[in-house]
C-alpha cells in the first residue's frame, strides 16, 4: 500500500493509481475487504451472476458498459483519519471502490461509490485526491473529480453523480482496443460449455473408446482418418474419428508418428467432438475454433480440455473379423471355416433384434474359358441397419468393378473413376471407395464390411463389434466365441450341426435353411428381375469330396504347388483351373 506523502515516488516507478478518497486513514480503526465476482470462473454462483449483471446494464455520462464479465469490489468501511482522534466522537468514512472488465474490446470502467462521509477538512491537513493517475515514461494520464484536493471532498455522498444517482461516479479508465482477446473468447465459451455439461456427459458415454494404437486404428474400419488435423500439425500426428456415431457428437483419438496414443491435454491429443464433422459449419464453430482460442492462441487448454477430454483406450476393444469369398468359402465370426455352394440368397448375418441384417447372392462360377461351372461365387450383397439405408453391392456384368446402390438407386457415379478415395455418408452408413475395385462400409451398429472384387467374384470381410456376442445367427455362424455351435440352422429349437459334418450335409441340412424370403430380401432387382430370378433351389453343386475323386494326377500336382495343401484352394483350381501362383494367398492371409 502506498501511503499518500509517497505520491511523488508513484510518479517516479511509473504506478498507476485508482482513488476513490486517498488520503491518509487510519488503519487502526475500520475495515478495508473485497470480493471479485468472476463469471468466467467454473461454479460462479447466481449472486456472483447478478452483481455482475447490475454493472453490466448501467449507462450513463456517454459511458456503456455491455459485457462486463469480471468485477472487483474494495470497500472501506468506517474509516477514521490517520491525524486525528478524539475519544467518543466518531465520524467514520465509508466509500466504494468498483472495477469491471469488458474483455470483448479491453475496455475497463470505474466506480466510485460513497455511502457515509463523516469527515470535514479540518481532520486531516492533506487535502484529498480522488479521481486516477498514471505515468509511463514522460506521459502522465490522469482524472480528478470535481472535489479533489479541495474542502469539498468529503460532501461527495451527497452530490449526483455522472451516473445520476448521488454518491455514484463512473468514467472509463481503459479506451478498449480492436484487438481480439482469444483468453477471453476461450474463457466466455468455455463458461457455456460448462452450463450444458451433464449433456456433455450423457454423449460421451455412447462413443466408442480410442483405439490404443495406430495400428489398430487403421485395422477398425469404425474409424476414419482426420486429414485435416493431421496436416495442421505438420504431419507428426494421425487423427482418427468415428465415421458413423450414436449422436451428433463423436471422438478423435490421435497418434504420434510412432503410433502411440497421445492423452496429454495439451492441444496435441484427441479430443470430443460435439459435432461430427459432417455438420461442417457446428463442427467448425463448437470444436474447431474453440480449441484454437484456448490452445493456440491463448493458455487456456485446461479449460478447453474439461468440456472436451480426450480418451485413454479404457475399454477398447478391436472388432472380430469373418470373412467369405472364392467358391464360397465361409470363415465364421468365431473363426470356423467350412465351403458352401448354393445358388440363390441367404443370410449371412441376422442380429436378434434386427439391429443388422447381411444377405448374399451367389451366381455360378466361371471358368477360365468363361464358361459356367458347378460350382458358385459370390456375386452381390445387401446390409442395413435397423434405422439405416439399405445398400447393395453387386459386380459389374464383365465380373471386374463393382456397382453401389443406396435405397435402390444407383451412386456408382458419385464415386469418381479415378484410383483415390471417395466417401459418401448416409444417414446411418458410411460407404467409402478405397480404390476402383474395393469399397468400405461402416454402419452406426459398429459392423463394418470390406466388398472387393477379384478373379470374377466377391471378396468380403465383416467386423462385428463385442456387442453382438451372442446375437448373431446365418451363414456367418452364431458370434459367442465357441465356433463348435456355428453351423446353426434357423429355427427355436434348431441344434447346431456338427463341424466335422461333411460339405453335403452342410449345404442341405444348414446352408440352404438360411435362404431368404421373398419378403424379407434387402436385395437390389434390376427391372425384369425379381426375388425368383435367384432362387434357384433345385441346385446341386459339386462337392470337395467329389471334385477331388475326378482330378488327375497333373491337376493334382499343379494344384498343389499353387495352393500349398489349402484345401479350399485346391478345390477353386479344379473348379476354375486358376493357375495363378499367388492364389493359395488369399486363403492364409483373409
Not at 456384368?397 to 438407386?409: H, M, S, T
Request: hydrophobic share 30%; with cysteine; net charge negative.
Amino acid at each position: 500500500m502506498l501511503s499518500y506523502a509517497k505520491s511523488e515516488t508513484a510518479r517516479k516507478l511509473g504506478f498507476a493509481m485508482l482513488a476513490p478518497l486517498w488520503t491518509d486513514n487510519d488503519a487502526r480503526h475500520g475495515d478495508v475487504y473485497y470480493h471479485i465476482y468472476d463469471l468466467m470462473q467454473p461454479g460462479a454462483t447466481y449472486t456472483e451472476q447478478a452483481r455482475v449483471k447490475r454493472v453490466d446494464v448501467i449507462e450513463n455520462g456517454g459511458v456503456s458498459v455491455t459485457n462486463v464479465t469480471w468485477v472487483m469490489v474494495v470497500t472501506w468501511s468506517d474509516m477514521l483519519p490517520r491525524t486525528y482522534y478524539r475519544p467518543g466522537t466518531d465520524w467514520p468514512n465509508t466509500f466504494q471502490l468498483v472495477i469491471a472488465y469488458d474483455p470483448s474490446r479491453y475496455q475497463t470502467f470505474v466506480m466510485f461509490i460513497y455511502k457515509d462521509m463523516g469527515w470535514d477538512s479540518e481532520m486531516t491537513p492533506r487535502r484529498s485526491m480522488i479521481g486516477y493517475f498514471s505515468y509511463v515514461g514522460d506521459q502522465e494520464e490522469s482524472l480528478q473529480l470535481a472535489p479533489s484536493m479541495k474542502s469539498t471532498a468529503f460532501t461527495l455522498h451527497t452530490r449526483r453523480g455522472n451516473t445520476g444517482a448521488r454518491g455514484h461516479y463512473m468514467f472509463r479508465v481503459a479506451p478498449g482496443t480492436n484487438h481480439v482477446n482469444y483468453a477471453q473468447k476461450c474463457r466466455k465459451w468455455f463458461a457455456r460449455e460448462l452450463e450444458r455439461k451433464e449433456t456433455l456427459r450423457s454423449y460421451w458415454g455412447l462413443m466408442l473408446p480410442c483405439p490404443c494404437d495406430l495400428r489398430l486404428a487403421m485395422m477398425d474400419r469404425r474409424w476414419r482418418f482426420d486429414e485435416r488435423q493431421s496436416h495442421e500439425t505438420g504431419n507428426d500426428r494421425r487423427c482418427v474419428y468415428e465415421r458413423i456415431p450414436w449422436t451428433q457428437s463423436t471422438r478423435e483419438c490421435c497418434y504420434t508418428s510412432s503410433g502411440s496414443l497421445i492423452s496429454t491435454e495439451n492441444g496435441r491429443g484427441g479430443q470430443t467432438f460435439l459435432y461430427h464433422p459432417r455438420y461442417a459449419r457446428l463442427h467448425e464453430m463448437y470444436d474447431i475454433l474453440p480449441k484454437q482460442w484456448c490452445c493456440k492462441l491463448s493458455d487456456h487448454c485446461e479449460y478447453f480440455y474439461l468440456v472436451r477430454p480426450t480418451d485413454h483406450c479404457q475399454g477398447y476393444t478391436p472388432l472380430t473379423t469373418g470373412w467369405f469369398y472364392g467358391d464360397p468359402h465361409i470363415r465364421t465370426l468365431d473363426g470356423f471355416q467350412y465351403t458352401f455352394n448354393g445358388l440363390g440368397e441367404y443370410t449371412l448375418i441376422e442380429t436378434t433384434h434386427g439391429n443388422f441384417t447381411l444377405q448374399g447372392r451367389t451366381a455360378k462360377a466361371r471358368d477360365d474359358s468363361g464358361k459356367e461351372t458347378n460350382a458358385t461365387v459370390f456375386c452381390a450383397i445387401a446390409a442395413a441397419d435397423i434405422d439405416s439405408e439399405t445398400v447393395h453391392i453387386e459386380m459389374t456384368p464383365n465380373r471386374e468393378g463393382l456397382a453401389v446402390f443406396v435405397e435402390n438407386r444407383n451412386v456408382t457415379d458419385r464415386f469418381n473413376t479415378r484410383n483415390v478415395s471417395e466417401e459418401l455418408e448416409a444417414t446411418s452408413v458410411s460407404i467409402t471407395k478405397k480404390n476402383t475395385t474395393q469399397f468400405e462400409l461402416s454402419f452406426k451398429s459398429g459392423f463394418t464390411l470390406v466388398i472387393g472384387v477379384s478373379a470374377g467374384q466377391l471378396d468380403v470381410t465383416v467386423g462385428a463389434p463385442d456387442t453382438f456376442k451372442h446375437h448373431t445367427k446365418g451363414l456367418m455362424g452364431v458370434f459367442n466365441g465357441d465356433p463348435t455351435d456355428d453351423l446353426l440352422p434357423p429355427g427355436v429349437n434348431a441344434v447346431a450341426l456338427s463341424n466335422s459334418s461333411s460339405e453335403k450335409t452342410i449345404f442341405n441340412e444348414f446352408g440352404e435353411m438360411w435362404r431368404i424370403q421373398r419378403v424379407n430380401s434387402l436385395l437390389y432387382y434390376t427391372p425384369g428381375e425379381s426375388y425368383s430370378t435367384f432362387a434357384h433351389t433345385e441346385f446341386q453343386p459339386l462337392f470337395l469330396e467329389d471334385v477331388i475323386t475326378r482330378m488327375t494326377k497333373e491337376q493334382h500336382e499343379k494344384a498343389n504347388v499353387t495352393c500349398e495343401g489349402n484345401k479350399e484352394c485346391i478345390f477353386d483350381f479344379a473348379l476354375t483351373g486358376d493357375t495363378n501362383p499367388h492364389s493359395a494367398d488369399i486363403y492364409t492371409t483373409m
